[in-house]
C-alpha cells in the first residue's frame, strides 16, 4: 500500500509516536511518505493550514495515489474536513493520549473525532471512551486497514 503520514512537527512525544507508525508500517512493506506541516510546508498552525494543507493534500493524492492517508490529531485532519471531506474514503487520523491541552483544543478534538467517526483511529481506552465509533489500536496501526 501507498500510504501518507501528515503530522504537526518533530515534537518528542509526538515525533517518536509518528516514528514508530512509519517504521512499522515499512516493515509490514508498505511504501510510506511523511509530511510534517511545520518543518515541511513551513505552516506553524491551524489557521495557517486551513486554505492550503487540504489542497496541498489533495494534489499529493493525485500525483501519487495513496490508498491510505494518516493524520496525526485534530489539527491536522481538520483542514482535511473543512469545508468539505477531502479524501475521506481514504483519510484516518490517529489521536494519541497527549493530544488535547486546554479547552479550545480540548473541543477541536472532540468535534473533528465526531467527523471522523469510524475513521478515527485511537491509542487509548480513555479516548475510545470518549470517541465510541473509534477504532482502538494502541500501536496506532489499525489492523483492519493496514495488515
Known amino acids: 500500500m501507498k500510504i501518507l503520514i501528515v503530522y504537526r512537527r518533530k515534537e518528542k512525544d509526538s515525533w517518536e509516536s509518528i516514528k514508530g ?3 512499522k508500517l515499512k516493515e509490514l512493506g508498505h511504501e510510506v511518505e511523511i509530511l510534517s506541516r511545520e518543518e515541511d510546508l513551513n505552516m506553524d498552525s491551524l489557521s495557517s493550514s486551513m ?3 487540504g489542497k496541498i493534500v489533495e494534489k499529493m493524492d493525485k500525483e501519487r495515489n495513496y490508498d491510505v492517508i494518516y493524520t496525526q490529531d485534530w489539527s491536522i485532519a481538520f483542514p482535511l474536513l ?6 475521506f474514503g481514504k483519510h484516518y487520523c490517529i489521536f494519541h493520549n497527549f493530544e488535547a491541552s486546554g479547552a479550545q483544543s480540548k473541543i477541536m478534538q472532540k468535534i473533528t473525532g465526531n467527523m471522523l467517526g469510524n475513521k478515527l483511529i485511537v491509542r487509548t481506552k480513555e479516548l475510545k471512551k470518549k470517541f465510541p465509533n473509534a477504532i482502538l489500536s494502541s500501536d496506532g496501526i489499525a489492523g483492519a486497514i493496514i495488515r
Open 21 to 23: 507508525i512509519w517504521e
Open 51 to 53: 486554505n492550503s494543507l
Open 82 to 87: 473543512i469545508p468539505s471531506k477531502i479524501l
